[in-house]
């Protein structure tokens, strides 16, 4: 029904969450009807963007280098460790203005539905961190659903015997919502009201 070229845009965008087939062809149409310059500009930063955006290799957290920014900075409070479950979570924490210590991205949480996901959680890799710097304390902050919990209830499990201060975010937010929609301020005083377990 399309050309080609047409086409295979859609069948991009349909790959994409929340994008169904009607507004997939709305938005290839919308992009054919902009200006050529304009559409180039689009293609070279998506290939950059697929080329040289990589995972913080200490944090996993976005980054164009080797560290991301946070990480790279050494003004930041580099013995607490903020644990979160996505790289949208560290950008709502640091939207508070809250938080001066740096960060661990685990890549999603213990959710039972999803074996495969589980493997790919950067544990290990926390634990290594845990092990080798100089760790004063770790804030759990991944979301307060029920595998966001389980998560939690789990690496403070196996931190705690490591002699290092576990804390959790205090409730308030919003159970079974999510972290990266929680407002600020109650994100911010959700870091601040954080207790040991
Ligand atoms: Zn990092």
Do not use: W
């Amino acid at each position: 029904m399309f050309p080609k070229l047409f086409q295979k845009l859609i069948d991009h965008f349909t790959a994409l969450p929340s994008v169904g087939p009607r507004m997939a062809e709305r938005l290839v149409l919308y992009l054919f009807k902009q200006d050529k310059k304009k559409i180039q500009q689009f293609a070279k930063d998506l290939y950059e963007f697929g080329s040289n955006l990589n995972y913080c290799e200490r944090c996993f957290h976005v980054a164009e280098e080797g560290l991301c920014e946070i990480c790279a900075d050494k003004k930041r409070d580099h013995s607490t460790i903020c644990v979160v479950e996505d790289p949208l979570d560290v950008i709502a924490v640091e939207k508070t203005r809250n938080y001066r210590g740096v960060y661990h991205v685990l890549g999603g949480n213990l959710s039972v539905m999803n074996e495969d996901e589980i493997r790919k959680l950067k544990i290990n890799e926390l634990l290594t961190r845990v092990k080798t710097e100089k760790i004063k304390e770790i804030i759990l902050a991944t979301n307060p659903t029920t595998d966001g919990e389980t998560t939690a209830l789990y690496l403070a499990r196996i931190i705690k015997p490591l002699k290092i201060k576990v804390t959790r975010i205090a409730r308030g937010l919003p159970t079974g919502g999510d972290i990266e929609y929680a407002d600020e301020v109650t994100l911010g005083s959700s870091i601040d009201g954080r207790r040991e377990i």
